[in-house]
């Protein structure tokens, strides 16, 4: 039996790759996609994030804290691609706080994270 361990985290670098990585993807103009609410996908996504402690970051309206931003209300495919993307970066070029939290997630469960966030309302 293989044993699986979550990527080392470096908190340091983490949080300015992040940053950095999630500022270029909104300036890139990631056009939202059009998805109408599934109150399923909302669930499981809800449980995806209490399981995986965005709120912990994020904030408990997920409206961003430090420096980790804003998910409520952000275009789906933005969160989507942006999850896909920092689950499999780690180190210098990436997140490692993001690939470690987001390590073990299945493609539906960012799917349904994504959908869960975009649904929220955006913070004032």
Known sequence: MSSHL????????AAAGALARLVTLALAGAAPLATAADDAAIQRGQAVAARSH??????PDFAGRGDAPRLAGRPENWLRESMEQLRVRAGPRGDSIMTAALY???DSDIAD???YLANLPPAP
């Open 6 to 13: 979550a990527p080392t985290v470096n908190p340091r670098s």
């Open 104 to 106: 073990g997630l299945k």
């Open 54 to 59: 965005c709120a912990t970051c994020h904030g």
């Open 113 to 115: 994270l994504a959908h």
